[in-house]
């Protein structure tokens, strides 16, 4: 079993920053690949980017690339989301979660482990 848990959500207005936190804990061992999700209001969960614990190698969504940049502290088993220059159409809230290695990154249906989510507003 791993534990996600998310932090780092808030208000913020269009143009602004945030970075997004997120601690993992328990059999981490298993899950070598972190992923970050998003969902907004009668929309599909959207994949963000991911990351891999054990070779730093990452991986973008089309619509967040140039923008946001993923990275991973592993003496801490946290994972970071840093988001800039902040648009309305990324208010969302933001999942983490944890899969096994291989497959494919960007499929939400291969991640094993969900964290609670945290919320994202952009809005002035």
């Known amino acids: 079993q791993v534990y996600l848990v998310e932090s780092g959500g808030g208000l913020v207005q269009p143009g602004g920053s945030l970075r997004l936190s997120c601690a993992a804990s328990g059999r981490t061992f298993s899950s070598d690949v972190m992923g970050w999700f998003r969902q907004a209001p009668g929309k599909e969960r959207e994949f963000v980017a991911a990351?891999?614990?054990?070779?730093?190698?990452?991986y973008y969504g089309n619509s967040v690339r140039g923008r946001i940049t993923i990275s991973r502290n592993n003496a801490e088993n946290t994972v970071y989301l840093q988001m800039n220059s902040l648009k309305p159409e990324d208010t969302a809230v933001y999942y983490c979660?944890?899969?096994?290695?291989?497959?494919?990154?960007?499929?939400?249906?291969?991640?094993?482990?969900w964290g609670q989510g945290t919320q994202v507003t952009v809005s002035s």
């Open positions: 990351i891999s614990w054990s070779s730093g190698l990452t």
């Open positions: 979660a944890a899969k096994s290695p291989g497959g494919f990154w960007y499929r939400g249906a291969e991640y094993d482990y």
